[in-house]
């Protein structure tokens, strides 16, 4: 029933222009309400892109940007692309936040890569957005347009509308607004304007009021008088826009210059997806989070409640949605049992929400909340993150119970844990510790005993060794260093002036040596530049040695100081899985040791080495002392 009615509206509405450049509902109030954490997977109603990208400032591992409109999405896939491809002031000019008059050629620079489909829209209506922007020719834009040029000029002057939006106290706001803006010939002109035979017309789409049951224009103006007469209006962009048809030095959230280069580092974790919000979840999996946008709206009740399960039955427990009611009332914790409504945090939102003309945001949280993150690792295996230091819902155990319960249902085969997402971040649980080292994990028994008094088994076994003392040369491995060094091999440490080549050296070899790890699953390059660009300011060089033949990378160790215990920490010790390649490892290692003994560091911790590896055998045979385990848990479902 719902598929059809869905497909009614893609039929009966047109598809096949921009209907928004731009979106009208708050980014901020959107990032508190659905408290996205790092490694969490969203879904977000697509619509012009701006607040797919604001999202991407809570770090999430992978936002899937969906929309019914091709046309949106390609919209979409233009804007990242700019972001991507330009500097901050040409981005800002290309979208026609600033003037510019060479949009063809900044076009040029991004149209390699578009899909074909968005290169051939836009190509074709360049003459239409060329001298403007794009951010101004969406139906709704042009509609506001209309009526900041043609209509309020008839009501107020300019100079007026700028008194209006010059910042103010609460109270010189509202007397400027009783007294000299809200006359009885901007009444009679906004509702005509706003009415729902002039806004099907020029603005939405007759369809999408087809469930407003209420008049319309006398919401809308109800609505704009709230923030016409308060101070916040100085600052809203989104009245300033409908206003002026602009919006002036109010950039928004995705743009301000605090926030530019964090999601341009991060934007390449946006899919695009054709259809409506609620298919995706078969391709992509069950979500952390959703943002709706306004779409129960145009909706009748029949369809609202099963789109509403199907959105609920993809959650993971603790998802949250979050969504706009205009003129229809939807609420998902009315129609759907597992939803809580989150009363308290809507109230405080819907006060600091610039979208003034809806009536309401409202957040869900879907079934109860656990004290740990969960990750889809693959169609039949979750991982369990670490429980939060400040849980304070059920006992660790029960939420484990719980979670086996519901995965079970879900058709999942597996448990493992604890584990934030996948193997490139933190994972195992510390069962014994003799010495705590700097970058190790913290000891905690309770947790440790939650998992398995939950049924959780140990899957995989990691141990820590400590060397008291590094040994003198060793002669077999003088021996097979000579041997490498006549097949070619070169030792040299980090170079930190070319970081990102040696980084990306580093990240072709992680990918080929560990793919055979328990549970492993790849990284993208910007995600693993990201990840070492955070601690990059703690790296010496000097204790990251690299093997190269003729300038290809055959083998890594990354190890550091520890200074309280005045030992080094061999973290990661990588080589090709070349059989030429044999005892590389080990050579690398000691040479960094014997580099540590000459500077009178005498201790080495060759930190997490799994209970198969070839490290853990290198380790045994120069006499390390196991000092901690680690324990990676799972459950069969």
């Known amino acids: 029933m719902a598929e059809q009615s869905e497909l009614n509206i893609s039929q009966k509405a047109s598809f096949d222009f921009i209907r928004y450049a731009t979106v009208w509902e708050d980014p901020v109030v959107l990032l508190q309400a659905l408290n996205i954490e790092k490694n969490d997977q969203v879904l977000s109603i697509a619509s012009a892109g701006d607040n797919c990208f604001s999202l991407l400032m809570a770090d999430p591992k992978l936002i899937v940007a969906a929309d019914i409109n091709p046309v949106q999405l390609h919209l979409t896939e233009l804007k990242i692309k700019a972001i991507q491809e330009l500097s901050y002031q040409e981005v800002l000019a290309f979208l026609g936040y600033s003037s510019e008059s060479n949009r063809a050629e900044l076009f040029n620079k991004i149209e390699p890569h578009l899909s074909k489909e968005a290169a051939h829209y836009f190509r074709n209506s360049l003459p239409t957005w060329e001298k403007t922007g794009i951010i101004h020719q969406g139906k709704f834009e042009k509609y506001f347009q209309i009526f900041s040029r043609k209509v309020l000029p008839l009501i107020h002057s300019y100079k007026t509308i700028e008194q209006l939006l010059t910042p103010k106290s609460e109270h010189e706001q509202r007397q400027f607004f009783l007294r000299h803006w809200n006359t009885w010939r901007w009444r009679w002109l906004f509702k005509l304007f706003f009415s729902r035979t002039v806004m099907g017309w020029l603005g939405r789409d007759p369809e999408f009021l087809k469930q407003v049951e209420i008049p319309v224009s006398e919401f809308i103006l109800r609505q704009a008088e709230i923030h016409l007469s308060s101070s916040r209006a100085a600052q809203n962009p989104f009245l300033r826009y409908n206003l002026t048809g ?26 695009l997806f054709h259809g409506f919000a609620e298919d995706a979840i078969a391709q992509y999996g069950h979500f952390h989070a959703m943002n709706l946008s306004n779409i129960f709206e145009y909706m009748n009740v029949q369809e609202f409640e099963q789109t509403a399960q199907k959105l609920v039955s993809g959650l ?152 008291h003392e590094i040994p003198g040369s060793i002669s077999r491995l003088d021996e097979r260093k000579s041997q490498l060094e006549k097949q070619g091999i070169k030792f040299r440490h980090l170079n930190m002036e070319s970081w990102e080549q040696e980084l990306q050296k580093i990240h072709e070899l992680s990918l080929v040596a560990f793919q055979n790890n328990p ?116 459950i069969e479902l």
């Open 246 to 271: 602009s919006f002036g030095t109010l950039l928004p959230h995705y743009l301000q210059p605090e926030n530019f280069e964090f999601i341009k580092d991060r934007i390449h974790r946006i899919s």
């Open 316 to 467: 993971f427990p603790g998802g949250r949605l979050a969504y706009w009611n205009l003129m229809v009332k939807r609420r998902c914790s009315e129609v759907v049992a597992d939803c809580t409504e989150q009363t308290n945090l809507m109230s405080e939102l819907r006060l600091k929400d610039d979208g003034y003309f809806y009536s309401t945001i409202v957040t869900d949280v879907c079934l109860k909340s656990f004290d740990f993150g969960i990750y889809r690792l693959n169609s039949e295996t979750l991982a369990v993150g670490y429980p939060s230091k400040e849980g304070s819902n059920l006992n660790l155990t029960e939420q484990l119970k719980a979670l086996t319960l519901w995965a079970k249902n879900e058709g999942f085969k597996h448990l493992i844990g604890p584990m934030n997402g996948s193997t490139w971040e933190n994972y195992r649980l510390k069962t014994s510790s003799h010495r705590i080292f700097l970058g190790d994990l913290s000891y905690q028994p309770q947790v440790v005993e939650s998992f398995e008094s939950a049924g959780f088994k140990t899957i995989e076994r990691y141990v820590s060794a400590l060397m």
């Open 519 to 634: 549970f492993y699953t790849p990284i993208l390059w910007k995600d693993f530049l990201l990840k070492y660009n955070e601690i990059k300011q703690f790296i010496d060089p000097q204790w990251v040695l690299l093997a190269e033949l003729e300038q290809n990378l055959q083998g890594f160790v990354f190890a550091y100081l520890d200074l309280e215990y005045k030992c080094i920490i061999m973290k990661t010790v990588a080589r090709k899985p070349d059989f030429r390649l044999g005892g590389l490892g080990l050579v690398m290692t000691d040479i960094l040791q014997q580099k540590a003994k000459k500077e009178g560091i005498f201790q080495v911790v060759h930190s997490f080495m799994h209970q198969d590896a070839a490290s853990l055998r290198c380790s045994e045979s120069l006499e390390a002392e196991i000092i901690s385990e680690y324990h990676l848990y799972g």
